[in-house]
Every structure is written in C-alpha cells, then in structure tokens.
C-alpha cells in the first residue's frame, strides 16, 4: 500500500505547524536545490507570479516542483498567480525627474501630448472612468497626481509628490470603479498553461465582484480543471463588496501591497481582521500575503515589527502566510521561511483569537463534524481523523480550528491531496481507501504510528462513513492507539 511518508523528512515537529507557508518563486530560488531546501524549511505550496514568468518557465518549474517533492515525499501546491487587467504606463525611452507641481500628460489611444512630460497609458478608457479631482497613484503608490483636465483621450494632470517614473508603473485609482474585463487575453494563455501544468490553485489578480471569480472558474472548468480558485483583494471596490465575493471564492488572499495603496493605510489591520473572520465564519481559507519579511530581500535579519506582523496573523488564525520578493529574488530566502516557521510554531502555542467560534454550521455534514471537533477539544493527547474523496470533510474540520488536535486527512487522489495543502492545521495524506471502511480506519492508524504521529494511547476521533447493508452513513468514532 502507498502513503506519502510526510515525516521522513520534515520531523513531526515541522510538520504540525498548523500555519501555511507559501513562498513565490523566482531567480533566487528556481533551482532543484534550492526547491529542496524550500520545502524542507517548511514551504506547502509555491507561487508562480505570471507579471514577471514566461509559459516555458511554468512548464519547467512545474516538472521540477513535482520532482524535488516526489523526492521528498510531500504533497506541494502549486499556485499560478495572474497578473489581472492591472493599470501600467507604458515605455519610456528615459525615466522622468518629476518634481511637486509638473504637469504630467496621460494619453491613450496613441494620443500624442504636447506636454514637457508626458507617458501612455495600457488602458484605454482610463479617460472615460477617471474624474476631474481624482487621485492617481504611481509606481505602487510612491506618486501621487491629481487629474486637472481631460480632452481628446489625454488626461493632465499635477504631480503632488516627486520621484521619477520609469517604463510600465502601476497605476492606482483609489475609489474609482474601473471597467477593466476580469480576465485579459495574456491570462488566458497564462491560465491554459496552467491547467496543462496541473496548478492546484489559481488566484485572480485585481478581483473586483463575484462575478470575476465566476467567469475564473468557468474557465477552468471548461478546461477541465478542478483548481481552486483564489480572489486577490487589492482595491477598496473589492473591500465594499466583500461579502459576496468571499462566498464565491474557493480563498481569499489579502494582498496587502496594492491594498495598502488603494486604502487609508490605518484601516488595512481593520480589513484584514474583517475579512479574516468572515472567512472563517464561512469555511473559506485566507492568506495574509505582501511585505511580511521585506527587510529580509537585502538583510539577514527581518525587523521587530515584521515579526509582530507574522505573530498578528498567525494569532488571526489565517490559513497560510506568504512571501513574494522575499522569495524571489532575495538574498535570505530559506532564511524567510525558517523565520515563518518558527514565529507560526511558538504563536501557535501561545493560543489564538478564537474567530472559528462564530462559524455558521448549517450542513449535516458540518454538523457531524463539528461533533467531532467537540470531543477532540476535550482530551489532551487527541488527533483528528478525516477520510475525504473531494475534500470537504477536511475544510470543514479545518474550518472549526481544533484547540490542540492536529488534523490528518487521509484521501485517495494526489490532487485532493495537493489542494488540502493551504488549509489550516491540515496533514494531507495519499491512501487508497479500503471497499471496507474498517480497514481503511486501521490502514490509517498504522500509518500514524509508523510515522511517530500517533503514539500508545493517544485517542483518534475518526471520521469516516460506514456501510450499513447497500448504504453509507457518515461517522464519527473514538479509537485509543495501542
């Protein structure tokens, strides 16, 4: 019988951390060795940010990632990050010296500008959605300019704060609502690479309503691909309509990096608190993404207000932390990932802020498996037990936050597997199950002694389905190991 041997090579201990790494990829740490030291530090699943990849690097890097884990004998995700209808300036032949008070010509439309300084914008009806008296934000908020004027596809406006504008600056436009498709013609291509790739998650960059992330996963299914899908939040539009786009989504990423542009920058510990709640109350996983170990792209030691803000999100209870530049094209790349681990493992112990308290059960199925949460919450030595085929029963019992029980869940696909690696407190496992469900249940338990993740009297709440005649019933039973 097959089983992913989790514990060979990461140690019980590294591997209960119930907190989720994600790491980004770039050419700091593409190659086979450095994946390796990665996944050892304890990355669960890897990005590929297609603002800067080309499709035959994500084939590539997708062969290796399965590889080195393969290698390993762990389950590692795969996410393809799109790179969304965002806003850009086009090419400059050299970067421009703008100072408070310039006037700065946008144009579109191949509009030519008779302005000293002037840049093409990506967006075409940039002019029709922008107002006289808003805000523009460039280069990632570092600009600001304020619209003066607008006429024959030429938006004028004045620079409020220097700095000097390069080729393809993002543009943001704090409060106005952008007519941007949900998906461009390069995500598209990006995303069929993807499904050939096998990503086991797809974020879609710049979400704006429910909607988009219906029209993501209609694609994906159309293309046959059952990733789930993640909704970036990075405008306040987004933030305005979050409810209904969380319960479209599969998972939330906040990302911090445009949101803090977008929005005031005190209401961003707000929006995150919020945001993060109202995922659990619904069973949706949520990743707290951008900025967490910045310091940490030139310095070998991260800042106290860096770790502050990782003990924050983990004691929230977020399902997964993640590193973009740290990751990419940093000097300490490992490093950030041995300093995630560490800071999840010790504000793990220290308890958390108890969101999963307000989750909505209303499904039998949840109901079942809230029962079982119950009873492990009241022993010491507990550890949960969850066959799944699709994965549902596994995000329901992630959803809860069990005080101490780890949850292992055991499931017979590789990509039930690959997809449970972001939830929280989840230890994913590859096992064929059983035409009998008992013998699944003992195959499973000898796999945790095995392994040193159970030991002699340790108490597994199971839950499974038995067979009662032709029909199956879902179950919760206690087993103490011997």
Known sequence: MHFHALSDFWGVEKMLRKTKIIATLGPATESPEKLKELIQAGVNVFRLNMSHANHDWVRAISRTIRKVAADLGTPTGILM???????????????????????????VRGARSEELYSVDVNYDGLINDIGIGDTVLVDNGVMHMKVLAKQDHKIRCEVLTPGLLGSRRHINLPGVKVNLPPLTAKDLADIAVGVEAGCDFFALSFCREAADILELKRVLREQGSDARVIAKIEDQHAVKVIDGIIESSDIIMIARGDLGVECPMEELPIIQRRIIKHCMAIGRPVIVATHMLESMIENPLPTRAEITDIANAVFEQADAIMLSGETTVGKYPVKCVEIFDRVAKRIEHSGGAGYAADAQITDPRQKTVKSAVVLANSFDNSKLVVFTRRGIMADYTSQLRPLHAPIFAFAPSE????????????????????????????????????????????????????????????????????
Not at 85 to 102: E, H, N, S, V, Y
Not at 450 to 455: F, H, I, N, T, V
């Open 81 to 107: 990050d799109t790179q969304g209808p965002a806003i850009r300036t086009g090419d400059l032949a050299t970067k421009l010296d703008l100072k408070a008070g310039d006037i700065l010509e946008f144009t």
């Open 415 to 482: 990509d039930v597997v690959r997809r449970l690696a972001l939830n929280w407190g989840t230890y994913a496992i590859k096992m064929p199950f059983s035409v009998r469900p008992e013998h699944t249940v003992a195959d499973a338990e000898k796999y945790l002694k095995e392994q040193g993740l159970a030991a002699p009297g340790d108490r597994l709440i199971v839950v499974s389905d038995i067979l009662a005649g032709e029909s199956r019933f879902d179950s919760i039973h206690l087993r103490v190991v011997e």
